[in-house]
Antibody
Framework: EVQLLESGGGLVQPGQSLRLSCVAS?????????LSWVRQAPGKGLAWVSS????????SYADSVKDRFSISRDNSKNTVFLQMDGLRADDSALYYC???????????WGRGAPVTVSP | ETVMTQSPATLSVSPGERVTFSCRAS??????LAWYLQKPGQAPRLLIY???TRATGIPARFSGSGSGTEFSLTISSLQSEDFAVYYC?????????FGPGTMVEVK
């Protein structure tokens, strides 16, 4: 069974940084899977944030986080990261790590890491 | 970006009923449309991809249809575990975008 476990969330002030991690287990295809971050603000819907391909050389970002967030991965540790700089109040959300296989849909999800940006 | 809309926002249904709700894209997404279910306090779960293909382990009472800009999800006989929020998501045009969700609640 595929399991994704996020960590690194917390409470920070506007302008500060956080680094989220997501460790995958139960996967034999990690180094070929696309990993993504999807966020959900309290009481709101889902919003795609960023994705990275298996080799880590193709990355994409939502316009709202471009130039502030950076996604990366370490295939030797089955881990994907989201470096979040210049955090703003509207970045407050539960950040889910999600895996895609052959079809680019979010097949597996973690339980989420909460991020709160407040003075 | 491709804007996804869903209707209705909320649906009040009794267990055992058949329900259908809709998802519309602001531009064609071909068949590249997925549906997810999310229960309170849980992560979303993939139900349908390719507009009509059930994901692994999803019961046959869930069915999806549509192409282009108009899609629908049907639950043939609503079970207690199906009361949740349903999101559609397109993966044809960057950035991937989700609809705002349809909440299916107990009548």
């Amino acid at each position: 069974e595929v399991q994704l476990l996020e960590s690194g969330g917390g409470l920070v002030q506007p302008g500060q940084s956080l680094r989220l991690s997501c460790v995958a287990s139960g996967l034999t295809t990690f180094s070929s899977d696309v990993l993504s971050w999807v966020r959900q603000a309290p009481g709101k819907g889902l919003a795609w944030v960023s994705s990275i391909n298996g080799r880590g050389d193709l990355k994409s970002y939502a316009d709202s986080v471009k130039d502030r967030f950076s996604i990366s991965r370490d295939n030797s540790k089955n881990t994907v990261f989201l470096q979040m700089d210049g955090l703003r109040a509207d970045d407050s959300a539960l950040y889910y790590c999600a895996r895609s296989g052959v079809v680019p849909v979010f097949e597996s999800w973690g339980r989420g890491a909460p991020v709160t940006v407040s003075p | 970006e491709t804007v996804m809309t869903q209707s209705p926002a909320t649906l009040s249904v009794s267990p055992g009923e058949r329900v259908t709700f809709s998802c519309r894209a602001s531009q064609s997404v071909s068949h590249n449309l997925a549906w997810y279910l999310q229960k309170p306090g849980q992560a979303p779960r993939l139900l349908i991809y390719g507009a009509s293909t059930r994901a692994t382990g999803i019961p046959a009472r869930f069915s999806g249809s549509g192409s282009g800009t108009e899609f629908s999800l049907t639950i043939s006989s609503l079970q207690s575990e199906d009361f949740a929020v349903y999101y559609c998501q397109q993966y044809n045009n960057w950035p991937w975008t989700f609809g705002p969700g349809t909440m299916v609640e107990v009548k």
